[in-house]
């Protein structure tokens, strides 16, 4: 076990690295700029190395994002209240400014978050990720055309919320000033959930279900 552990270290290593090497020159040059090929140069890999961790080009900037699609499912296994349980969840992000709910201005998070937004192959792939996002959660939910009629829902809710606090902090407004609406209109945008979503908590599975 503990040889196929470091296998798995060294593996998640080299995703790691050779997505933090993609996106510091996609930053500097533009995604469309910089090829596949010089990528797996700057990585000292070959290119169908870099094919076999990366299926797409577009896969090296989201792998940054890859660990939240199945976080909602994993915040929402075994809770009484699945629409509660990930409003007090976004609502600790705002609070630890979490690049995920777009309340962050570090200069790096504005960058990534310029080249996802701003090339249009990124944002098509994203929106994949998104779709596996709803089919994690909407299994959580007990898999149904209800539950995924919710998780739909709620992670538009989650990406709506994000890219408008994204939005204006790229725009200059300062990360106080935003906070307090950001929080309100999390409030606002759950209690509005909860209200056309009633008596989703006993839908829940519970901690059993399978995300994977």
Do not use: C
Request: hydrophobic fraction near 45%; glycine fraction near 8%.
């Amino acid at each position: 076990m503990g040889e196929m552990g470091l296998r798995e270290r060294k593996r998640q290593r080299m995703y790691q690295d050779v997505s933090d090497i993609a996106v510091r020159l996609f930053l500097e040059r533009g995604f469309d700029a910089v090829s596949v090929a010089e990528v797996a140069a700057a990585a000292g890999i070959s290119k169908p190395t870099l094919f076999r961790y990366f299926p797409a080009k577009e896969d090296l900037v989201l792998h940054r994002i890859a660990d939240h699609e199945t976080e909602a499912a994993r915040v929402v296994a075994g809770a009484a209240d699945p629409v509660d349980a990930l409003r007090r969840h976004f609502l600790e992000g705002l609070a630890r400014r979490d690049p995920v709910t777009g309340l962050n201005d570090h200069p790096a998070v504005l960058a990534f978050h310029r080249l996802l937004y701003g090339t249009p192959s990124l944002v098509a792939r994203a929106y994949a990720h998104q779709e596996r996002s709803e089919t994690a959660l909407a299994q959580a939910l007990g898999g149904d055309l209800d539950a995924r009629l919710a998780a739909a829902q709620i992670i538009a809710v989650q990406r709506v919320l994000a890219l408008d606090n994204w939005r204006r902090i790229a725009a200059g407004e300062p990360v106080a000033e935003v906070a307090p609406d950001a929080v309100a209109a999390a409030e606002r945008a759950f209690r509005r959930l909860a209200e056309g979503l009633p008596g989703l908590g006993d839908r829940n599975p519970g901690p059993g279900v399978r995300l994977g």
